[in-house]
């Protein structure tokens, strides 16, 4: 059968347009695609792996300033349970929740099993004092305990030991480690205090 040459013309054209069109429909679902798995990715990393947090207040010094970022391992969380020593990022304890910060940083000083208690200035585990490198002071709140740390539970404390310079373990008692978001491994900023905790 012959089609006149504009008729051929205009099948082809349709026929390009169509192919055009699918082309374009399937390379826009192939980006939406990678774009959804990516912020599935980054959801899943802030949410289970790593994440960024910023030092607000006094509590921590000398080993924190204020301002300073630390990058968080929460991944650790899952695998391991906290110990002695370390610095984690832990939800304030709901009676002592203040609203702009919700979240603490402080030392795991004592773990589930432990007897903690603060004498004459001193920190004491189990019966034996506590070497405190990180700190710049003794305990100038008074004595407290002796407490038993339960199961499932920490007791944490601020390094800045100065007189009513952090609420902590002492204050709200031992906490659950559900409460604990991750350990802080590193400051990061400014570049210039960068260490490794």
């Known amino acids: 059968m012959f089609v006149p040459r504009n008729e051929q013309n205009h099948t082809v054209s349709r026929s390009a ?86 979240f603490l940083v402080k030392r795991v000083v004592a773990i589930a099993g432990d007897e903690v208690e603060g004498r004459d200035g001193l920190l004491y585990v189990n019966g034996i004092v506590v070497e405190e490198p990180y700190t710049d002071t003794p305990i100038l709140d008074g004595d407290f305990g002796p407490m038993l740390v339960g199961q499932g539970h920490v007791f944490v404390m601020g390094d800045n030991r100065h007189a009513a310079a952090s609420a902590d373990s002492r204050r709200f008692g031992a906490v659950p480690t559900s409460h604990i978001q991750g350990r802080a491994e590193y400051v990061l900023w400014p570049f210039s205090m960068a260490t490794k905790l």
């Open 17 to 102: 347009m169509d192919a055009e069109g699918k082309s374009f429909t399937h390379e826009l679902w192939d980006w939406t695609k990678s774009i959804l798995v990516a912020l599935l990715v980054v959801i899943l990393f802030h949410q289970f792996g790593f994440n960024l947090s910023t030092v607000r207040g006094n509590s921590m010094q000398p080993t924190l300033q204020e301002g300073e970022w630390l990058f968080v391992n929460k991944a650790i969380t899952y695998v391991k349970a906290p110990r002695r020593g370390e610095v984690v990022i832990l939800k304030e304890p709901e009676e002592q929740l203040v609203a702009n910060h919700p």
